[in-house]
């Protein structure tokens, strides 16, 4: 199970619900892509889009109003 550590990620005032919805939204874009592909997943979409979000390959923009929360 990946558990990675939130500090790290949590970094410049993300907070853990943006973190949290852009994970969704990038796992749906990850199954549905391959849906239409039809490709058969062995990673769970999830696992992938947060990998993607923490290697830097997706930029997390929130805004201003919610960062402090």
């Known amino acids: 199970m990946f558990n990675p550590d939130l500090k790290d990620i949590l970094k ?4 853990r619900y943006s973190l949290v919805t ?3 939204k990038r796992a749906r874009e990850i199954s549905e ?4 592909d039809g490709e058969i997943m062995i ?3 999830v696992s992938i ?6 290697s ?7 805004p201003e109003e919610i960062r402090y929360i």
């Open 12 to 15: 410049d005032h993300l907070s």
């Open 22 to 24: 852009a994970t969704a």
């Open 33 to 36: 892509k391959a849906e239409e």
């Open 43 to 45: 990673e769970k979409p």
């Open 49 to 54: 889009a947060l990998d993607e979000i923490l």
């Open 56 to 62: 830097g390959k997706y930029k997390i923009i929130e």
